[in-house]
């Protein structure tokens, strides 16, 4: 039986998460997602990736 990982079944990342994902620092993380380069959603103070949203950013990309 495979086992799953949290990232098969989390929908959604922190901004530190995706920073480490994309290989940049946590800086230039917050400020991607300041200008609109790296798509999030804000729930009072916490800020999260969508996964679906981060996986088209990164095929669009490609």
Known sequence: MSRRTDSDTRRTYTV??????LGI???T???????????????GRRIVIPQA???V???AKS
């Not at 530190?16 to 994902?21: G, K």
């Not at 997602?33 to 804000?42: A, F, K, L």
């Open 16 to 21: 530190e998460e995706v920073a480490s994902l």
């Open 25 to 27: 620092s946590r800086a």
């Open 29 to 43: 993380a917050y400020e991607c997602v300041r200008r609109g380069d790296i798509p999030s959603r804000r729930f």
């Open 53 to 55: 949203e981060l996986d």
């Open 57 to 59: 950013l990164l095929e």
